[in-house]
């Protein structure tokens, strides 16, 4: 498993560079195979109030499934480390539950990687919970459009996301708004 941790507009110390180090490695116990682990932290001014700190971790399984968190409510870097793996903890709970309940309903036996792996100290009883599924499908019309036009296409809909054929690139993109209030682009990269 390979871990890198990246900071932007904060200075990393040794200390929290292996705290962060120590608490990443243990992921390796719940969710056996995880190929790469990246960690971002930084501080964030705000206008009114005190400063805080973001963490930011990006964990990439060999299956391929990519699991994401992110906490900007702490102050102190360390605090925000804990938070935003208290997140993922959370995810890798429901990501074991649901191939549980998929090995289940197929009736077949759970991957040899997660009998073996242990179990979360608050990993949730999913059982319960109901399977979610996909409720409603929607077929879109395409045409190749720039960025700004998109920009422009999804705020006269009034949505928070906006799927087009980008003309520039000639490939499929998904523009969003993020939570900031500016946009993310979405440009998906065919491997495997």
């Given at each position: 498993?390979?871990?890198?941790?990246?900071?932007k507009n904060v200075?990393?110390?040794?200390?929290?560079?292996?705290?962060?180090?120590?608490?990443?490695?243990?992921?390796?116990?719940?969710?056996?195979?995880?190929?790469?682990?990246?960690?971002?932290?930084?501080?964030?001014?705000?206008?009114?109030?005190?400063?805080?700190?973001?963490?930011?971790?990006?964990?990439?399984?060999?299956?391929?499934?990519?699991?994401?968190?992110?906490?900007?409510?702490?102050?102190?870097?360390?605090?925000?480390?804990?938070?935003?793996?208290?997140?993922?903890?959370?995810?890798i709970g429901r990501y074991k539950g649901?191939?549980?309940?998929?090995?289940?309903?197929?009736?077949?036996?759970?991957?040899?990687?997660?009998?073996?792996?242990?179990?979360?100290?608050?990993?949730?009883?999913?059982?319960?919970?109901?399977?979610?599924?996909?409720?409603?499908?929607?077929?879109?019309?395409?045409?190749?459009?720039?960025?700004?036009?998109?920009?422009?296409?999804?705020?006269?809909?009034?949505?928070?996301?906006?799927?087009?054929?980008?003309?520039?690139?000639?490939?499929?993109?998904?523009?969003?708004?993020?939570?900031?209030?500016?946009?993310?682009?979405?440009?998906?990269?065919?491997?495997?």
């Amino acid at each position: 498993m390979q871990i890198q941790i990246h900071a932007k507009n904060v200075d990393v110390g040794q200390r929290l560079h292996e705290y962060a180090e120590k608490k990443l490695a243990r992921l390796e116990k719940y969710l056996p195979n995880i190929s790469r682990i990246d960690l971002e932290l930084g501080q964030e001014r705000r206008r009114q109030g005190a400063d805080v700190s973001v963490a930011q971790v990006t964990l990439r399984h060999s299956r391929g499934m990519i699991l994401r968190a992110e906490d900007k409510t702490q102050t102190d870097l360390y605090a925000a480390v804990d938070m935003v793996l208290d997140k993922l903890n959370r995810q890798i709970g429901r990501y074991k539950g649901k191939r549980r309940r998929r090995a289940a309903d197929r009736s077949e036996e759970l991957d040899a990687e997660l009998m073996g792996a242990e179990l979360l100290p608050e990993e949730e009883d999913e059982t319960s919970e109901e399977m979610m599924g996909i409720v409603r499908r929607k077929a879109i019309e395409i045409s190749p459009m720039s960025e700004q036009e998109a920009i422009d296409q999804m705020e006269m809909l009034g949505h928070d996301f906006f799927v087009f054929y980008n003309a520039e690139t000639q490939g499929l993109n998904v523009l969003y708004r993020r939570k900031e209030g500016d946009f993310g682009l979405i440009q998906p990269i065919f491997g495997r």
